[in-house]
Structures are given as C-alpha cells and as structure tokens.
C-alpha cells in the first residue's frame, strides 16, 4: 500500500525514532510537538537540536528554521499560512503569529492525469474478502438492517416508535428510525435536497428493508419520493401514509413484520474487498490528524480502490488550500472540470453568504494545534489516499461502480459531521472511516469507524474509538495499516463499532433554502 498525498513514505521511520516532535519534510518551516515541552527544552527535529523558546501543548507546532514577516508558512511541504511577524526558530506557531492567505475562487488548469503528488505507482493491494450481504444488484451490505425513513418532521418520533416496538427478528440486525425536521414547508432545491437525501438512503445496501413513513399533506409527498426509487429496487420497501390510518402504530407495525418476513432468509456470505463501498471523513480534527489517523485512512481507501472497489471523500470547505493536491488526480478533463466548478461553487456560497472561504478552522481545532484551514485541509485530502478521481456527484446523488471501479469519488457535502456522514451513507457508503483529535459519539446510518489521532484520546474515551492511529508513532505506518484493515474487515463482517454499540444513529440534511 502506498503513503498519501503529501505524505512522505519516511513519515513512519521518522515518526518512530522520536518521542518528542515531528517535521513531516525537510522543506518545512515547523514540527509538531508529540507531547507537551517546555521552554528552554532541546528537542531533537530532523538531526537538528532546536531550543524552544516557547512552551509548546502536545499537537501544536514550533518554528525549526526562521521564518520572516509576510513569507509562507510551510508544513506538508506546502504554504499554510503566512506570518504575521518575523518568527524565530523555537517559537510557538499559531493564530498569534501566522494567517491564513486563502481567498475566493480560481482558475484551474488541467495537467492531465497524475499518478500521485510523490508520482510513485500504488503498490498491489492485499487480497482480502469480508462477510456481506449480496443483494439483487450485486451491490453488498455491511449489516442487514430495517431502517424507518420519515419523509417529514412531523412523523419523525412516530418513526421512532415504531423502532422501539420492532423488538429483534431473526435474519434482521436491527430496525432503525431516522429522524429529521425536515420535508415540509421548503421550496425549490432546497426540497429536492431533502427528498434526494431520503431517497437514496432507501437505497444503501446496508437496509435490508425500508419503511417510508409519511404525514400525507408535508411537502416531500411520499408518491413523488417514490419515482426516484428504481421499480426493481421496491421489492423490500413499504410505505405508510400516517393520516390515512385510523391506527397508524398497528398499520406500521404490520408492514415491519412483513418486511421482517422477507428479511429472515438473509444470510452473509464472503465476499472480496472489491465489494466494500468505504466513506471517509474527519471531523474534532488536531495537528495529528494529519500525521497519524488521516494518513492511515488514505492507506485504507487505497487499499479498498486498488481491489476495486470504491471509496468516497466529502467535505467540500475542508479541501480548501489543498484542492490541487485533488485536481491533479483528476482521471480526465470532464472530472477535472466538474471538480473545479464543485470547489469553486461551494467557496462562492460562503461568499455569497457574506463569509469568508478561511471561516475555519474550529475553537475545537485551533485548541488542537491547527492554525489556518490551509493546515487543516492538507491534512484532511489525505483521507483520499492516492486512487484517481474516476467521479464528482451531486449532494444526494449515489456512486455508480460500473462509471467508477477501483478509484476515488468526490461528493458534494460540507464539513458539519452529521450532515456529510448522512450524506456519504446516501452516495452508497456501507462503513465509514471517521477520524478524530477531540472526541465525539456521534454515528450515522453505517457503521461509523472512530479514528483516534493520538493515545490521549483513544484512552479517555475507549468507549467511542473503535481504533488508535497513533499506533503509526510506535510501530509505523504499514504495520497499523494492517492492523486496521483487520479492524474494518471484521466490523464489515458483523462486529458492531462503537457508534453501534452505543446506539448512535442520527442523519443530518443540509438545509440551504428559505423556511415557509
């Protein structure tokens, strides 16, 4: 497996060989310190003994050579920041000293196809199977649950209800209601949004059965959302029109068991890698996300790519700084050209908004270490690994393996965590690989894979992380990528993660229209 976009193949030696700091490449102007140092310590970066002139937090970054007022800041081998003032080696370097120097849009050029930012071929990936459920399609599920998805508000807790009483079945992995407030009372795109998000998450291989459950007189009408479910595809799907029923309880009820009924023969089976259809996302992100969980993440979506399958990267505002790394990836000039547009359109509804394209990173993230959203997305595109972009969808749209095999496919979503989790269980994504510096419960509809950045993290919380990335630090990269791998072969094979053994399962809708 290869090293991701930035990410030098050394970053593991190098990482391993010292507790105190890393600098990722020698052309950078700083290391992140791996634990909490002193002013006036020594720290060993790179050969070089540096004399802190600051005290420096775990996560945060330091100055290894001098750098002068106005000129780029430099970490992944590229700008993260300008300073502010002159900064002196040893120095602390963050929101006090350094700014961001993103702007609005531009203009992309095309360059052709590349084969990765360190131009080396992606090695063979290893031949593994994990235990799914094939359905009709061929498309392959990671559970086989039945999921209640309520067209409107209004029936979003009647929804929920109806999970509680479900109780279990055999066959079936268990029923879940997803709640929202939406799917009345907006208009235009902003309606279609809600009705497409719905919509293909009935869809997911993961749901086994669907129960749409409707009001009847909310604006996403139950008929119009079922023209865009394909016919072939409503054998295991059941809808009810609440206001129609004179007990709707009894009336849901009879329709679970009956899908309950069509479920019960389902059984897993083997099936290759090929098969996986992985979402990638961060979000609580620290200036270890980048060195540790991010990197470790790209291992996997190359590892599921180059057995052909599929992987999808959302998060539009947090590519950022970093969009090139992206385009010059791009598999041929239509790609090119409609991930240029996607980037450039989402930095045109912050403007639009009267919000600056930089409005990031959060309280939480700079209390990580991370400075400018420059900093912040060269960490993030890492999740991608290095497959070529084969597609860029719409938010609300699916993958199709057949126009994408074996490559990466860029969704449109923003960064908030339910909203593009929600949205990467829709385009397809039958498990989610999430990585985290801060902590956070939250799951989707898939099972939602919490990556720890550091041993801190994975230790106060063991209860929401599924796995340690910062594992990368003491027995290197490819031997935690191995390690993970197992991780999310046996969680695709049945074992719950963590956001599942907790019952955390929530979906979030952009809303970006009016309100009647």
Same mark, same amino acid.
């Given at each position: 497996?290869?090293?991701?976009?930035?990410?030098?193949?050394?970053?593991?030696?190098?990482?391993?060989?010292?507790?105190?700091?890393?600098?990722?490449?020698? #052309?950078?102007?700083?290391?992140?310190?791996?634990?909490?140092? #002193?002013?006036?310590?020594?720290?060993?970066?790179?050969?070089? =003994?540096?004399?802190?002139?600051?005290? &420096?937090?775990?996560?945060?970054?330091?100055?290894?050579?001098?750098?002068?007022?106005?000129?780029?800041?430099?970490?992944?081998?590229?700008? &993260?920041?300008?300073?502010?003032?002159?900064?002196?080696?040893?120095? @602390?370097?963050?929101?006090?000293?350094?700014?961001?120097?993103?702007?609005? +849009? @531009?203009?992309?050029?095309?360059?052709?196809?590349?084969?990765?930012?360190?131009?080396?071929?992606?090695?063979?990936?290893?031949?593994?199977?994990?235990?799914?459920?094939?359905?009709?399609?061929?498309?392959?599920? =990671?559970?086989?649950?039945?999921?209640?998805?309520?067209?409107?508000?209004?029936?979003?807790?009647?929804?929920? *209800?109806?999970?509680?009483?479900?109780?279990?079945?055999?066959?079936?992995?268990?029923?879940?209601?997803?709640?929202?407030?939406? $799917?009345?009372?907006?208009?235009?795109?902003?309606?279609?949004?809600?009705?497409?998000?719905?919509?293909?998450?009935?869809?997911?291989?993961?749901?086994?059965?669907?129960?749409?459950?409707?009001?009847?007189?909310?604006?996403?009408?139950?008929?119009?959302?079922?023209?865009?479910?394909?016919?072939? *595809?409503?054998?295991?799907? *059941?809808?009810?029109?609440?206001?129609?029923?004179?007990? #709707?309880?009894?009336?849901?009820?009879?329709?679970?068991?009956?899908?309950?009924?069509?479920?019960?023969?389902?059984?897993?089976?083997?099936?290759?890698?090929?098969?996986?259809?992985?979402?990638? /996302?961060?979000?609580?992100?620290?200036?270890?996300? $980048?060195?540790?969980?991010?990197?470790?993440?790209?291992?996997?979506?190359?590892?599921?790519?180059?057995?052909?399958?599929?992987?999808?990267?959302?998060?539009?505002?947090?590519?950022?700084?970093?969009?090139?790394?992206?385009?010059?990836?791009?598999?041929?000039?239509?790609?090119?050209?409609?991930?240029? #547009?996607?980037?450039?359109?989402?930095?045109?509804?912050?403007?639009?908004?009267?919000?600056?394209?930089?409005?990031?990173?959060?309280?939480?993230?700079?209390?990580?270490?991370?400075?400018?959203?420059?900093?912040?997305?060269?960490?993030?595109?890492? /999740?991608?690994?290095?497959?070529?972009?084969?597609?860029?969808?719409?938010?609300?749209?699916?993958?199709?393996?057949?126009?994408?095999?074996?490559?990466?496919?860029?969704? +449109?979503?923003?960064?908030?965590?339910?909203?593009?989790?929600?949205?990467?269980?829709?385009?397809?994504?039958? &498990?989610?690989?999430?990585? =985290?510096?801060? $902590?956070?419960?939250?799951?989707?509809?898939?099972?939602?894979? /919490?990556?720890?950045?550091?041993?801190?993290?994975?230790? *106060?919380?063991?209860?929401?992380?599924?796995?340690?990335?910062?594992?990368?630090?003491?027995?290197?990269?490819?031997?935690?990528?191995?390690?993970?791998?197992?991780?999310?072969?046996?969680?695709?094979?049945?074992?719950?993660?963590?956001?599942?053994?907790?019952?955390?399962?929530?979906?979030?809708?952009?809303?970006?229209?009016?309100?009647?």
């Amino acid at each position: 497996m290869m090293y991701s976009a930035t990410m030098p193949k050394s970053l593991a030696n190098t990482a391993a060989r010292t507790t105190d700091a890393v600098r990722i490449a020698a #052309e950078d102007d700083v290391a992140v310190a791996l634990r909490a140092l #002193e002013s006036g310590e020594d720290v060993l970066v790179g050969g070089h =003994t540096v004399r802190l002139r600051d005290a &420096i937090g775990a996560g945060h970054k330091f100055a290894v050579a001098p750098i002068a007022k106005g000129a780029p800041v430099r970490r992944y081998r590229a700008p &993260i920041g300008v300073a502010t003032r002159a900064i002196a080696v040893g120095e @602390h370097v963050h929101t006090h000293n350094v700014a961001t120097a993103l702007v609005g +849009e @531009h203009a992309y050029a095309f360059a052709g196809p590349q084969a990765g930012t360190d131009g080396q071929a992606p090695s063979p990936a290893p031949e593994r199977s994990f235990r799914g459920y094939v359905r009709p399609d061929g498309t392959v599920g =990671t559970r086989n649950e039945l999921w209640i998805l309520p067209t409107v508000g209004c029936v979003g807790r009647l929804g929920e *209800r109806l999970a509680q009483r479900a109780g279990d079945a055999p066959g079936v992995d268990g029923v879940h209601a997803f709640n929202h407030p939406f $799917g009345c009372s907006q208009l235009g795109a902003d309606l279609d949004g809600t009705a497409a998000i719905i919509a293909s998450l009935a869809l997911n291989p993961n749901a086994g059965g669907v129960l749409l459950l409707g009001l009847g007189c909310e604006s996403n009408q139950l008929d119009a959302l079922l023209e865009r479910i394909p016919p072939e *595809r409503r054998a295991r799907l *059941r809808i009810l029109r609440a206001q129609s029923e004179g007990d #709707e309880f009894a009336a849901g009820e009879a329709l679970i068991a009956e899908l309950m009924g069509l479920m019960a023969g389902d059984r897993r089976e083997d099936v290759p890698l090929s098969k996986l259809r992985l979402g990638v /996302k961060c979000g609580g992100s620290d200036a270890m996300s $980048g060195l540790t969980a991010n990197p470790l993440i790209g291992l996997m979506a190359d590892a599921v790519t180059q057995a052909g399958g599929a992987a999808i990267l959302t998060e539009i505002p947090e590519v950022f700084g970093a969009e090139t790394l992206l385009l010059e990836r791009a598999a041929n000039q239509e790609v090119f050209d409609k991930l240029s #547009e996607l980037v450039n359109a989402f930095k045109r509804y912050f403007l639009d908004h009267g919000e600056p394209v930089s409005e990031n990173p959060s309280p939480g993230n700079i209390a990580g270490g991370i400075t400018t959203l420059e900093e912040k997305s060269l960490g993030a595109v890492q /999740k991608g690994g290095l497959a070529p972009i084969n597609d860029v969808i719409g938010y609300g749209e699916r993958i199709s393996l057949s126009q994408s095999p074996g490559g990466l496919t860029v969704l +449109e979503g923003p960064g908030n965590d339910a909203v593009s989790t929600t949205a990467l269980a829709a385009a397809g994504a039958t &498990i989610t690989l999430f990585s =985290t510096g801060r $902590g956070t419960p939250l799951g989707s509809p898939v099972p939602t894979v /919490k990556i720890a950045s550091n041993h801190s993290l994975a230790e *106060r919380k063991p209860g929401w992380i599924d796995f340690d990335a910062a594992l990368v630090l003491d027995i290197g990269m490819e031997t935690a990528a191995a390690a993970l791998l197992d991780r999310i072969v046996a969680i695709a094979s049945g074992e719950p993660a963590r956001n599942e053994s907790n019952d955390e399962r929530a979906i979030g809708i952009w809303k970006r229209g009016v309100t009647l």
